[in-house]
């Protein structure tokens, strides 16, 4: 169980730390961080999910599988920027 609850908070501690840092790369006004953060984690956890049923051992961090759920939360940050910016273009006159 220690293990488990370990992964869980680095796992927090990473996705977190992924939407914040891409939000200060590709700055925008301060409602995206939340949008980044968000999708950071929802990326994270679906990647690492997929990396378990995968068996995917390549980088694991104890319980963590590390390289497909960083990969998964990079997929969602990327998709979450594309679709804002694809907002923001269908409102311009």
């Known amino acids: 169980m220690v293990g488990i609850a370990s992964a869980l908070v680095l796992g927090f501690l990473l996705a977190t730390a992924y939407g914040a840092g891409f ?9 995206h961080i939340l ?3 968000l999708a950071a984690w929802l ?5 690492h999910f997929l990396g378990d049923m995968l ?4 980088l694991k961090l104890g319980a963590l599988h590390l390289l497909s759920a960083s ?16 907002e923001a273009r269908q409102e311009e006159p």
């Open 71 to 86: 990969i998964g939360s990079w997929i969602a940050l990327i998709t979450s920027w594309w679709l804002v910016a694809n």
């Open 35 to 37: 949008l980044y953060v």
């Open 43 to 47: 990326g994270f956890a679906i990647g």
């Open 23 to 31: 939000h200060l790369l590709l700055g925008g006004p301060a409602r």
């Open 55 to 58: 068996n995917i051992e390549l």
